[in-house]
């Protein structure tokens, strides 16, 4: 049945009177609304037109098992917090594109803004024939979103979006009132690039929280009525979107304090041998970020997650949208479901890409023993030629740029906390092939425990660079 695993059980001979003698209290392993610190929004991307024809494709059942998943991941994490709540964002629903404002909402009906003569607006139906109904149908409730975006109509698709949003968070507040905990965004597939888009409008110091006027009209502007701590993208063209736009992706610098903390609390790489932790007082913060919003790909979020299955052929990466020649010489980061030693604080494993068992160690003790001397406090970050005698963290000491080195760090951080905004998921099964999982890779988030796992820790940890998890945190080849 759709959502499968997100049941609830229904038992006879439900005594109201026990209930509320028992205070009105839920079953033991369920927790109450106002209980939950960590609220998450959920962006579906294209093709939801497509539920209303067939009902299982309803982006809320996929809600439904990711919640139940996550709510499982974080069972395994020994911590008095109950999971996130998950709620879905269901704004294609709210749109027609058949008729825009411009034109009138009806079929048939004049439009009277026109001059003479007199135009008829068409709807996606006049124009499509009746050939192959079934193949004409997929196209048009599913790819369609995406041209649809591309156009004139990107406005009133921001604008659903962000009134949908703030229609669940009011609907949240009333039913929790005094309820100040953190909000993050889930953006999957064109909703990972609607969210990017929405984020980066928004203002640099939020409105504060539950202090909105519940009766603000849906279609005044795009700011969200709430603040967004953590953006976790998957599937996600925005790298794409960025490259279309000749755009890198940029930190918002919320507050000095903030970027103070980050800079005094960066973790040392294992190739940063000389590195010394600049001052706060000596950086810029106009050369680390913006402070400003309407400026494309500088959000305002305190975290970016870009979540990459291996096989999905939508997904791209955003390390090198913040610095190509940085992101090089960063390790990715395979997810997995980790290893836990004493609870939530124990040591978490990842998986790394082509690495060894012993290389953990052999980062520790492979330090450059020539870093010593006095022009060897920093790196550059140009591209080298390709030679075997100088890959992986070979980088010439006569072309560092220290100064280079410290602002991008700076920048990578205050767009992540761990120092990195990458993490992949690899087909699981030893014998799945990655050609094959394309056919369910970009589906397949929901019903993830990596990213449910991802999604659940990182809600529930408090925040700032110190508190960060080291296997979370970004290695260097």
């Given at each position: 049945m759709p959502g499968r695993g997100a049941e609830s059980v229904v038992r006879r001979g439900f005594d109201y009177d026990q209930w509320l003698h028992g205070g009105g209290r839920p079953p033991q392993g369920q927790w109450k609304s106002r209980d939950i610190e960590h609220l998450v929004l959920v962006v579906h991307g294209i093709g939801q037109k497509l539920s209303e024809r067939v009902e299982t494709f309803d982006f809320t059942y996929a809600i439904n098992t990711f919640r139940v998943l996550m709510a499982k991941q974080h069972e395994r994490m020994s911590t008095a917090q109950s999971p996130p709540a998950v709620l879905p964002v269901n704004w294609r629903r709210k749109i027609d594109f058949d008729y825009d404002e411009a034109s009138l909402s009806g079929p048939g009906q004049l439009a009277e803004t026109r001059e003479t003569p007199i135009h008829r607006p068409f709807a996606l139906s006049d124009i499509t024939p009746n050939t192959i109904p079934t193949v004409r149908n997929i196209i048009s409730d599913v790819l369609l979103d995406i041209p649809y975006y591309l156009s004139k109509h990107r406005s009133r698709i921001l604008h659903a979006v962000t009134a949908e949003a703030n229609r669940i968070y009011r609907l949240w507040m009333r039913n929790?009132?005094?309820?100040?905990?953190?909000?993050?965004?889930?953006?999957?597939?064109?909703?990972?690039?609607?969210?990017?888009?929405?984020?980066?409008?928004?203002?640099?110091?939020?409105?504060?929280?539950?202090?909105?006027?519940e009766h603000r009209s849906e279609d005044d502007d795009l700011v969200l009525e709430f603040p967004v701590r953590n953006l976790f993208l998957a599937g996600s063209p925005v790298g794409f979107f960025l490259l279309l736009n000749r755009t890198n992706l940029m930190p918002r610098i919320m507050s000095k304090a903030r970027l103070s903390s980050v800079v005094m609390n960066m973790p040392k790489m294992d190739d940063d041998a000389g590195y010394e932790r600049p001052d706060p007082a000596d950086l810029e913060p106009e050369r680390i970020g913006i402070d400003r919003g309407g400026v494309y790909g500088c959000l305002a979020v305190e975290n970016i997650y870009n979540v990459i299955h291996t096989s999905d052929p939508i997904a791209y990466r955003l390390n090198p949208c913040v610095d190509p020649s940085y992101a090089a010489k960063l390790r990715p980061a395979d997810l997995a479901l980790p290893i836990t030693g004493r609870g939530i604080f124990g040591k978490l494993f990842f998986r790394r890409c082509k690495e060894p068992d012993d290389s953990h160690e052999r980062r520790v003790s492979g330090a450059r023993k020539d870093m010593d001397s006095a022009d060897s406090a920093g790196y550059s970050f140009t591209r080298e030629p390709t030679s075997s005698s100088r890959e992986g963290s070979q980088i010439e000491l006569d072309s560092r740029d220290f100064r280079y080195y410290q602002v991008i760090k700076t920048r990578m951080h205050c767009l992540n906390e761990n120092g990195q905004i990458d993490f992949v998921l690899q087909p699981t099964g030893a014998l799945e092939n990655q050609y094959i999982s394309i056919l369910t890779a970009h589906s397949g988030y929901w019903e993830s425990k990596e990213f449910a796992y991802l999604v659940a820790l990182e809600c529930s940890r408090k925040?700032?660079?110190?508190?960060?998890?080291e296997s979370f945190r970004a290695l260097r080849k």
């Open positions: 929790n009132p005094g309820w100040h905990g953190k909000i993050s965004i889930i953006g999957h597939s064109l909703g990972s690039v609607i969210a990017v888009d929405i984020l980066s409008r928004q203002p640099t110091v939020p409105p504060p929280l539950g202090s909105q006027n925040e700032g660079v110190e508190n960060t998890f």
